[in-house]
């Protein structure tokens, strides 16, 4: 509806264009504004990934061993390691607390001695040292965990005293 005010002449105010003109600005607010250029740039994004690895290890447990039985006592344990992918490397087992090398490791009870031996091969005939290329367990990553065994044996025909014994390993992975 049109009203016409006591204004001079073709000037007129419409309550109806005045809402309209509220909109307008509204709707004009509320968009994007249209641009006629544009400029751009760019933007390097970089990391430098490095070979990296973890590694874990289950525990040896030999459970009950008789000294004078005539046999040998085996169990086993499980080493897993997780490198970066590509990546080459070395798994190796060192000495133990108790033990003179690689080759003669011993559980300790106090003074008392119990020879055991740590093996790269279910026949346990490669014994699993800490000299890499030499009596290490190799491997390449590929970014998923990966299991090793390790086979373990306990001599038969030791004399030795009665008790509980233990010994320490550190697993070293080179890479």
Same mark, same amino acid.
Request: charged share 15%.
């Given at each position: 509806?049109?009203?016409?005010?006591?204004? =001079?002449?073709?000037?007129?105010?419409?309550?109806?264009?005045? +809402?309209?003109?509220? &909109?307008?600005?509204?709707?004009?607010?509320?968009? =994007?504004?249209?641009? +006629?250029? !544009?400029? !751009?740039?760019?933007?390097? %994004?970089? +990391?430098?990934?490095?070979?990296?690895?973890?590694?874990?290890?289950? #525990?040896?447990?030999?459970?009950?061993?008789?000294?004078?039985?005539?046999?040998?006592? /085996?169990?086993?344990?499980?080493? +897993?390691?997780?490198? !970066?992918?590509? &990546?080459?490397?070395?798994?190796?087992? /060192?000495?133990?607390?108790?033990? %003179?090398?690689?080759?003669?490791?011993?559980?300790?009870?106090?003074?008392?001695?119990?020879?055991?031996?740590? *093996?790269?091969? =279910?026949?346990?005939?490669?014994?699993?040292? #800490? !000299? =890499?290329?030499? /009596?290490?367990?190799?491997?390449?990553? &590929?970014?998923?965990?990966?299991? *090793?065994?390790?086979?373990?044996?306990?001599?038969?025909?030791?004399?030795?005293? &009665?008790?509980?014994?233990?010994?320490?390993?550190?697993?070293?992975?080179? *890479?």
């Amino acid at each position: 509806m049109l009203t016409v005010l006591n204004k =001079p002449a073709g000037i007129l105010k419409s309550k109806t264009a005045s +809402a309209w003109s509220k &909109t307008a600005l509204v709707v004009l607010m509320l968009s =994007p504004l249209a641009y +006629a250029d !544009t400029v !751009t740039t760019t933007f390097n %994004v970089s +990391a430098n990934v490095v070979d990296d690895c973890q590694v874990s290890a289950t #525990n040896i447990d030999f459970g009950d061993y008789r000294a004078v039985t005539a046999a040998d006592l /085996d169990a086993n344990s499980a080493v +897993a390691v997780r490198c !970066t992918l590509a &990546t080459a490397y070395e798994i190796g087992l /060192d000495q133990g607390l108790g033990g %003179v090398s690689v080759n003669d490791r011993k559980m300790l009870q106090g003074a008392n001695e119990l020879s055991y031996q740590l *093996f790269r091969d =279910p026949a346990r005939t490669q014994n699993w040292g #800490n !000299t =890499p290329t030499t /009596d290490t367990v190799a491997g390449t990553g &590929t970014g998923n965990s990966q299991n *090793f065994q390790v086979y373990a044996r306990i001599p038969s025909n030791q004399n030795v005293a &009665t008790g509980a014994y233990t010994d320490t390993i550190t697993v070293t992975v080179t *890479f």
